[in-house]
């Protein structure tokens, strides 16, 4: 229920916003920041879980909930677990990381209680938590660059894109529930479109850093592979936007958001 790779993912995030934005990262902030990152969005996979078990039925029914694996009163209380944990562990590294933290775990509640049946305004809410976590490293060592800003906008853009593609999946269950995601309400060739153009925008602007000299030459080589595997998904979901397909894809853009981390990060040095 938790995603580790995607948790594990969004706590180096913040370590990533943290070198970005400081020469000298603290042991102390790169720990706490990493447990912020990990233990919030483990909470947030869960209500995501406990809010969409019944779309899951249809969707996922292997998915603990909808097979009775885990009762909905024990996945609330892990979340509240885990939530409380991150926000503890916000609370180490000052006030500013606090009141981020906060936000996030304001943003994830809404979406899975509600904005979620939105469609695309829920892609954007999911997108943020997202783009947050190096907004959070940046203000738990020092205050957001340019550079995290940037990085941020790519990390949110590249989310929003694949949330919208991992809807042409989700269709028969999503409209089951009234979720009007893109690919429920214009067509799965629609959400495609749309999804390729966030993909697009996001390898657009992982040339602005290099160009404005924010980052060194170590960034190049993988932030190169991070855009073509955005483009082969790209030329993937305009092509073929099936449901088989976005299965494949979602995992896919994780691993090219993954070599846009370690971009950034070899790019701070």
């Known amino acids: 229920m938790m995603r580790l790779p995607n948790c594990f993912m969004i706590g180096f995030a913040v370590i990533v916003g943290e070198f970005i934005s400081s020469a000298v990262v603290p042991a102390r902030a790169a720990f706490y920041g990493f447990m912020t990152g990990f233990l919030l969005l483990a909470s947030s996979m869960i209500l995501n879980d406990y809010f969409d078990r019944e779309i899951d039925v249809i969707n996922e029914p292997k998915r603990p909930l909808p097979s009775g694996i885990v009762t909905t009163s024990q996945a609330l209380s892990f979340a509240l677990i885990l939530a409380s944990l991150g926000l503890l562990s916000a609370a180490s ?81 999503d409209t089951s529930r ?51 595997g955005f483009l082969m998904t790209t030329y993937s979901v305009l092509t073929n936007p099936t449901p088989r397909s976005a299965k494949r894809n979602k995992k896919y853009v994780l691993l090219w958001m993954t070599f846009g981390l370690l971009a950034f990060l070899m790019g701070s040095f």
């Open 178 to 228: 009234g979720v009007r995601s893109i690919a429920a309400t214009k067509g799965e060739s629609a959400a495609g479109k749309y999804g390729a153009a966030c993909f697009i925008g996001a390898v657009g602007l992982s040339a602005t850093p290099p160009l404005l000299g924010l980052v060194t030459s170590f960034y190049l080589p993988l932030v190169a592979v991070c855009d073509i």
């Open 93 to 173: 590294t000052g006030l500013t990381t606090l009141i981020v933290a906060i936000l996030s775990l304001l943003i994830m509640i809404a979406y899975n209680a509600r904005i979620k049946k939105t469609g695309l305004l829920g892609n954007i809410f999911v997108s943020m938590n997202v783009a947050i976590p190096f907004i959070y490293g940046a203000f738990a060592v020092a205050r957001p660059t340019w550079t995290v800003a940037i990085f941020a906008l790519l990390a949110f853009l590249s989310s929003v894109g694949r949330e919208i593609v991992k809807g042409i999946s989700d269709v028969p269950g």
